[in-house]
C-alpha cells in the first residue's frame, strides 16, 4: 500500500530515510511504509547537511511529497533547515528532533507555513518530563519516541521493561491532549521486529519508525487488526444490532466501541474479515 494512501494521523509505519540518501527517495516511495520521513539529523554528518537538505528541497519540489526529519532547536542547524524548507511545495509536515519543551515546538511552527504539522520526537529525559506540555502545544501533530538516544541520555537498557514508564507517559499526555496515538521507536532487530511491534500495540501506541522499507509490511500488519479481530467486530455489531441495541451487563458498551474502532480500521486499512472465521465465531 503506497504511502499516501493512508492518513498520517492513523499512520502506521513511519520509514526514515537519510536525506544523504536521494537514490532511497523513490524506493521509499514505492515501499509499503504508511508515511515517509527524509532524515537530515541524525542521518547526515554535518559536514555533509548542506548537500543533504538541497537535494531534499529538489525532491519534494518535483511532484513529490514526504515529512522531513529537521535537525532539534538547540543545533546550528534548525535555522537554516526551517528556512530552506518554509516554501517547499511537497513537505508534509517536520519531525523535530530532540524536542524538550512546548517553544521548541512553538518557535518551530512560527518558522513553517501556517498549520504545518509537527511531530514532536521525544527523546531525551527532558522531553519526557515535558511531554503532557509538548503534546498541548497548539502545533504538535503527533508524538515520536526516539528511544536509542532516550537510552542513551538515560543509560537506560534493553530489557523493554527499562522503557515501559516512558511509553506510558506519551500515550497518557498524547490521549489526554487528544492527539492519535504516538509512534513507538524503531527495532533496529529483524528477528525482533514482531516481538518489538507487538509491544508498542500492547503499550498503546499506534505507530512505529523503521529504518528499511523491508520493514514496513511486518509493522503494517502488527499495528493493524488482524482478520479474527475484524470478524469478530463484525459479528459482535451483528448481534448488538440484532438484539435491539439491548444491554445484558456492563461489558457491552465497552465492547461495543471496541469493535466500532475494529471496523473503522479495517475500512481504513484495507482489511478483510474471513467469511470462514465470520461463520465460525462465537458472539
Known sequence: MPSTDVSPLIARSW???????????????????????????????????????????????????????????ASEFWSTDCAALKDVP???????????????????????????????LVETARGVLHVE??????????????TGDFKRDTATGEDPVALAY????LVIASRAARLPAPIDGPTLSAEALV??????????????????????AT???????????????????????????????????PRLARAQKIQTQARDFGIQADAAELGSLNY
Open 15 to 73: 520509514l526514515l530515510v537519510p536525506a544523504s540518501k536521494p537514490e532511497l527517495f523513490q524506493i521509499a516511495q514505492e515501499s509499503e511504509a504508511d508515511a515517509i520521513i527524509i532524515d537530515i539529523e541524525d542521518a547526515v554528518a554535518a559536514k555533509d547537511k548542506a548537500q543533504a537538505r538541497d537535494d531534499t528541497v529538489a525532491w519534494l519540489s518535483s511532484g513529490h511529497r514526504a515529512w522531513v526529519r529537521i535537525n532539534d532547536a
Open 90 to 120: 511537497g513537505l508534509e509536515g517536520v519531525m523535530l528532533a530532540k524536542t524538550e519543551s512546548a517553544s521548541h515546538v512553538n518557535h518551530t511552527a512560527d518558522r513553517l507555513p501556517e498549520g504545518m504539522p509537527i511531530l514532536a
Open 133 to 146: 506540555q509538548i503534546s498541548n502545544a497548539p502545533s504538535t501533530f503527533r508524538i515520536a519516541f526516539g
Open 166 to 169: 516512558a511509553r506510558s507517559q
Open 195 to 216: 516481538d518489538g511491534t507487538r509491544l508498542a500495540k500492547e503499550m498503546g501506541m499506534s505507530g512505529k519508525l523503521c529504518l528499511t522499507h523491508t520493514q514496513a
Open 219 to 253: 509493522i503494517n500488519a502488527g499495528l493493524a487488526p488482524s482478520p479474527e479481530d475484524v470478524a469478530w467486530a463484525h459479528g459482535f455489531v451483528r448481534a448488538f444490532e440484532e438484539s435491539g441495541g439491548k444491554i445484558t451487563d456492563g461489558s457491552d458498551l
